[in-house]
Antibody, heavy 117, light 107 residues
Framework: QLQLQESGPGLVRTSETLSVTCSVF??????????WNWIRQSPGRGLEWIGN???????NYNPSLRSRVTISVDTSRNQFSLRLTSPTAADTAVYFC?????????WGRGTLVTVSS | AIRVTQSPSSLSASVGDRVTITCRAS??????LGWYQQKPGRAPKLLIY???GLQSGVPSRFSGSGSGTRFTLTISSLQPEDFATYYC?????????FGQGTKVEIK
């Protein structure tokens, strides 16, 4: 059974880069037809789709974050990752990873990342 | 980006009530919309995909309908475990966008 598990630092300084990793269990990240997504949720912004990646490395990003976001995949570790540069307090959120296939999303439990100076 | 407007933002209902939540998209998204239930501290859980497809394991009291720009989620007989927040998500085009959520509370 597919499970996704996010891991992150918990607290990030505004001078650092926010990095979160999603580990995939019970399925291959290299499977055809699956897109691997990052989504975040905060009280002020609700649910926000950040972007996704295919195992080949093709990415799609939300234009609102494109200049600061990089999503990458490591097929050897069955993981994909999110990097967000120049974080501010507005980037404080629960970050979820999710697998999508034809509109069906399977989510991880999420990890809270707090940005503080 | 496609805007998704969800209504109402909250509602109070009793066990056994029929509940309807609506999402409207700012442009035609065919049937590419899903419905999610979220409880506090948990990840959203998929209820309905492709506007009307019932996800495996989800009770049949949940149903979805609509296409184009107007979509509805209906709970035919509200159960105690259904008190939660519900979201729609359009996956027709990037960036994917969510409705603002509907909190279903106990009357």
């Amino acid at each position: 059974q597919l499970q996704l598990q996010e891991s992150g630092p918990g607290l990030v300084r505004t001078s650092e880069t926010l990095s979160v990793t999603c580990s995939v269990f019970g399925g291959s990240i290299s499977g055809n037809g699956f897109y691997w997504n990052w989504i975040r949720q905060s009280p002020g912004r609700g649910l926000e789709w950040i972007g996704n990646i295919y195992y080949s490395g093709t990415t799609n990003y939300n234009p609102s974050l494109r200049s600061r976001v990089t999503i990458s995949v490591d097929t050897s570790r069955n993981q994909f990752s999110l990097r967000l540069t120049s974080p501010t307090a507005a980037d404080t959120a629960v970050y979820f990873c999710a697998r999508e296939e034809l509109g069906i999303f399977k989510w991880g439990r999420g990890t809270l990342v707090t940005v503080s100076s | 980006a496609i805007r998704v407007t969800q209504s109402p933002s909250s509602l109070s209902a009793s066990v056994g009530d029929r509940v309807t939540i609506t999402c409207r998209a700012s442009q035609d998204i065919r049937n590419e919309l899903g419905w999610y239930q979220q409880k506090p501290g948990r990840a959203p859980k998929l209820l309905i995909y492709a506007a009307s497809g019932l996800q495996s394991g989800v009770p049949s009291r949940f149903s979805g309908s609509g296409s184009g720009t107007r979509f509805t989620l209906t709970i035919s007989s509200l159960q105690p475990e259904d008190f939660a927040t519900y979201y729609c998500l359009q996956d027709n085009s990037y960036p994917y966008t969510f409705g603002q959520g509907t909190k279903v509370e106990i009357k």
